[in-house]
């Protein structure tokens, strides 16, 4: 009898997988509110259950200073509760409060109101965002102007167009850095060069967007090019159309003029 509750003593010891640590919590909304008290005991209003698939049912939550299970059905005794606060947006819970950490961890708000802080996941995370920002600073140091000028436009307007090269260069570094996802965005886009185009040739008169933004005519004659689609963005519509073989035509016709 002895040698068997020595044998389920050890089973117990050996799947007992729980890391002890310091551990933090914070709130998901980003918000850091002086206090934020989470439910602590089941009630109609907030229902704190976790679902026990070895048993098969949902089994009531409480969290208790004097209980070792956060289990009402394991609970013995009066139990001694306490409140769960959050402070300033965090909440710490030393290594040798398990049971607190147990309880945050199947609590029903947990990965909704709030998360336990990773520093693995965050360092993942930062280095995620590092590597893109030197791919969008390479890129931007390799691309060349015309194209730096068309993505610098969605950023800046037409400011672009006064801009010298080195302006543009800086430009699109500090772009690049601020911003690196809609920059790779931006310069893996092949319309936006049409884009840029169309845009400069209509600031220097070679062609022109009716008052209606329906219709692009040449400056000179006012001799109709093209309809822009319904709801379509005028510049992202000629960029396609660039792209026709009418367009195509246009487009070399007023490459020159702009040369």
Do not use: C
């Amino acid at each position: 009898m002895k040698t068997k509750e020595k044998e389920e003593k050890i089973t117990s010891v050996v799947e007992d997988t729980w890391e002890y640590k310091d551990r933090t919590y914070y709130l998901t909304s980003g918000k850091e509110p002086l206090t934020f008290t989470i439910p602590s005991r089941h009630t109609q209003r907030y229902p704190l259950v976790w679902f026990d698939e070895e048993k098969g049912y949902e089994r009531e939550l409480r969290y208790a200073t004097n209980q070792k299970s956060i289990f009402v059905d394991e609970q013995k005794g009066p139990a001694t509760l306490k409140h769960v606060v959050f402070e300033d947006g965090t909440l710490h819970v030393s290594k040798n409060k398990r049971t607190l950490q147990e309880f945050l961890e199947v609590h029903p708000f947990n990965n909704v109101l709030f998360k336990e802080l990773d520093h693995q996941v965050i360092a993942i995370d930062e280095l995620q965002d590092l590597e893109m920002e030197i791919k969008a600073l390479n890129a931007a140091n390799e691309i060349d102007i015309d194209q730096l000028e068309a993505i610098l436009r969605v950023e800046v307007g037409s400011r672009v167009t006064s801009m010298s090269s080195k302006e543009l260069k800086r430009d699109a570094l500090l772009f690049a850095k601020k911003n690196p996802r809609l920059f790779l965005s931006l310069a893996s886009d092949e319309n936006v060069v049409l884009r840029n185009f169309g845009i400069r040739a209509t600031e220097l008169n070679i062609i022109k967007l009716a008052d209606d933004q329906r219709t692009f005519l040449w400056g000179s004659n006012d001799r109709k090019l093209m309809t822009v689609p319904f709801d379509e963005n005028p510049y992202s519509a000629m960029a396609a159309w660039f792209k026709t073989d009418e367009g195509l035509e246009v487009y070399k016709s007023i490459d020159k003029r702009l040369s």
